[in-house]
């Protein structure tokens, strides 16, 4: 089975950084996808690891340590926009299929 | 951009009843999935399928079945609908990929069932 924790709820101020972890346990463990979702809204795709390292795209960066089982998101100069849960999802092969177990969900709230 | 659209954003079905949610994606992705979503729970995967006319069970697939007749389109049916399955479902459609791709699933609107 998987296993994926994650805060429940983090709070930061506009224009500062956070980071949201993200520690999973798995077997066939074949990448590690960060969405966001905004309330009442689908989860849209964030980002993508799969080898270990820090993976950047603009103010948003990931990063994945497969001996730890242990990924982290990286949300630069925040906007009020940022809040919103963000889900950390692992994606594993079993049984010949490659299927998306996702954590709860981390709910942040930025604040001016 | 990949579109998701699942056929209704609200619904309220009576105990008892067969419930049908439908899914259509344009993207002539192969992959397609149904999903809850439950606070403090957060999402679980009720059934997937890879193809036309084959489905796989997720990690909850008592209660439901699904239909995959043609590629855009993935249907969940609550044979016999339960108050406790009052939930927000969410469909989603991937590309199929090799072992280490990138590619995302693309998630619908979402379906705010209501069982009273």
């Known amino acids: 089975g998987q296993n994926i924790d994650q805060p429940t709820e983090?709070?930061?101020?506009?224009?500062?950084?956070?980071?949201?972890?993200?520690?999973?346990?798995?077997?066939?463990?074949?990448?590690l996808f960060w969405y966001?979702?905004?309330?009442?809204?689908?989860?849209?795709?964030?980002?993508?690891?799969?080898?270990?390292?820090?993976?950047?795209?603009?103010?948003?960066?990931?990063?994945?340590?497969?001996?730890?089982?242990?990924?982290?998101?990286?949300?630069k100069e925040l906007q009020m926009k940022d809040s919103a849960s963000y889900l950390c999802a692992v994606r594993a092969v079993n049984s010949g299929y490659s299927t998306l177990t996702f954590g709860k969900g981390t709910m942040l709230l930025v604040s001016p | 951009d990949v579109k998701v659209t699942q056929s209704s954003r609200y619904l309220v079905k009576r105990t008892g009843e067969k419930v049908f949610l439908e899914c259509v994606q344009d993207m002539d992705h192969e992959?397609?999935?149904?999903?809850r979503q439950d606070p403090g729970l957060g999402l679980r995967l009720i059934y997937f399928s890879y193809d036309v006319k084959m489905k796989e069970k997720g990690d909850i697939p008592e209660g439901y079945s699904v239909s995959r007749e043609k590629k855009e389109r993935f249907s969940l049916i609550l044979e016999s609908a339960?108050?406790?399955?009052?939930s927000m479902y969410l469909c989603a459609s991937s590309r199929q990929v090799g072992v280490y791709s990138n590619q995302p699933q693309?998630?619908?609107?979402?379906?705010?069932?209501?069982i009273l």
């Open chain 1, 36 to 75: 966001q979702q905004h309330a009442g809204e689908a989860p849209t795709f964030l980002s993508y690891n799969v080898l270990d390292g820090l993976e950047e795209k603009g103010r948003f960066s990931s990063f994945l340590s497969r001996s730890k089982g242990y990924s982290y998101l990286l949300l």
């Open chain 2, 106 to 114: 693309h998630f619908g609107d979402g379906t705010r069932l209501s």
């Open chain 2, 31 to 35: 992959n397609m999935f149904w999903y």
């Open chain 2, 82 to 86: 339960s108050t406790n399955q009052t």
């Open chain 1, 10 to 31: 983090m709070t930061a101020t506009e224009g500062a950084i956070v980071q949201i972890n993200c520690t999973y346990q798995t077997s066939g463990f074949n990448g």
